[in-house]
């Protein structure tokens, strides 16, 4: 098989790039060594900066997302038993998010590839990458008891934190940055209502919590728990107690308890890797990496990734120009840095760290009494929210 651009991974981002490369009449096959229902069975977080909204509109599949998704122009924060709202519209000039799933815009993604007739691959073993740091770099893969190869310009490794793209990197020519954080989220999707109609933040000493919304009639609700606990552990009523306990009185009051459709606990990282470009493969995405999900950074990021990376692409067939393609790292980290500062903050200002002591919740409050009593804090948190535009810092 002969393609200019080989995607490896078609969760959201992949899918994204193959759209947009579509669209501007550049061929791309996306392997995928996971069935389609298993990428549309990950259940992941939902809240898209306006970037991303934009970009979904010119990949042709916003329409959906415009219809049900739900515009969010703030959250509240809620600690010392009191909330109090961020008002994002106001403080960053206009601008809102929308709280629209991931699974929504994958599926989205999925069906406008198909009705195009395009290539995608799923169930692809033992996926491999050769000879990026070449001009005639291969992609090899097993489907069906059969070797197949493919022959391309490029591969975009759009394959998550654990895929083959960055793994098949040379020692010593990818740095990576981590840090493991001593908590992970129990998360719960629920059939319904949300306790409100904006998300809700939670400092309390009992840990934070997290009330967010898929629609008018789904919830999905988090706790913060320690990285032992397993989600067996924890009993639908045992979960609605929790959260309750985390709540204000008025959120108790309104909280509508019911069977789990999903319930997971995950771990949170920040995670960088630099650079994002190795000759002719990119990383874009998780492959490249994480933030602890309390900034809802991480489908933005990927977003932004495949903004500069598909214009790069793009700028290389229509122009011959690998302008783009040469600063596509440094543009991306320099947002991913930032985002990964707002993250690491906001998940060290709202959750509890047993090991920082009394005083460390002292501080906590009074980080938080700061920021809604004052324009400056309010205005940092929103600017940081909402996203940055895609010329930051140009």
Request: glycine share 12%; aromatic share 10%.
């Amino acid at each position: 098989m002969r393609t200019q651009v080989a995607i490896i991974g078609a969760g959201p981002s992949g899918l994204l790039l193959g759209q947009l490369l579509h669209k501007a009449g550049i061929d791309a096959v996306i392997v995928e060594r996971q069935s389609g229902d298993y990428v549309l069975g990950r259940i992941r977080a939902g809240v898209l900066e306006q970037v991303c909204i934009d970009l979904l509109d010119e990949a042709g599949v916003g329409k959906r997302m415009h219809q049900e998704g739900l515009v969010h122009g703030g959250f509240d924060m809620l600690f010392k038993g009191e909330r109090h709202r961020i008002d994002l519209n106001r403080l960053t000039g206009g601008k809102n998010v929308m709280v629209y799933g991931q699974t929504e815009v994958t599926r989205d993604l999925m069906d406008a590839r198909q009705a195009a007739g395009l290539t995608t691959v799923y169930e692809a073993g033992n996926v491999a990458v050769h000879g990026f740091d070449t001009k005639k770099p291969r992609v090899t893969y097993e489907k069906d008891g059969q070797t197949h190869e493919i022959e391309c310009d490029f591969i975009a490794g759009c394959d998550g934190f654990h895929g083959v793209c960055r793994a098949s990197v040379p020692a010593g020519a990818v740095a990576e940055y981590e840090k493991i954080y001593p908590f992970g989220w129990l998360g719960v999707l629920a059939e319904t209502p949300p306790v409100h109609h904006e998300l809700i933040y939670v400092n309390s000493t009992r840990g934070f919590a997290l009330c967010s919304q898929r629609s008018h009639t789904r919830s999905r609700y988090y706790l913060q728990v320690p990285l032992t606990d397993k989600v067996e552990a924890w009993s639908d009523d045992a979960f609605w107690n929790e959260l309750g306990l985390r709540l204000d009185a008025g959120g108790r009051e309104k909280l509508v308890t019911g069977p789990s459709i999903e319930k997971s606990v995950a771990p949170l990282r920040s995670f960088v890797a630099e650079p994002m470009r190795f000759g002719r493969m990119f990383l874009a995405g998780d492959a490249a990496h994480i933030v602890p999900p309390t900034g809802a950074k991480g489908l933005n990021l990927a977003a932004t990734d495949v903004k500069y990376l598909s214009g790069a692409l793009i700028e290389f067939y229509a122009d011959k120009s690998e302008a783009g393609i040469d600063t596509y790292s440094e543009r991306c980290l320099k947002r991913i840095w930032r985002a990964e500062r707002f993250s690491w903050w906001f998940t060290g200002l709202m959750h509890n760290f047993p090991e920082n002591g009394p005083i460390g919740q002292k501080l906590q409050d009074a980080e938080l009494d700061y920021i809604v009593h004052s324009e400056t804090g309010a205005r940092s948190v929103a600017e940081n929210y909402v996203g940055l535009p895609l010329d930051f810092g140009a």
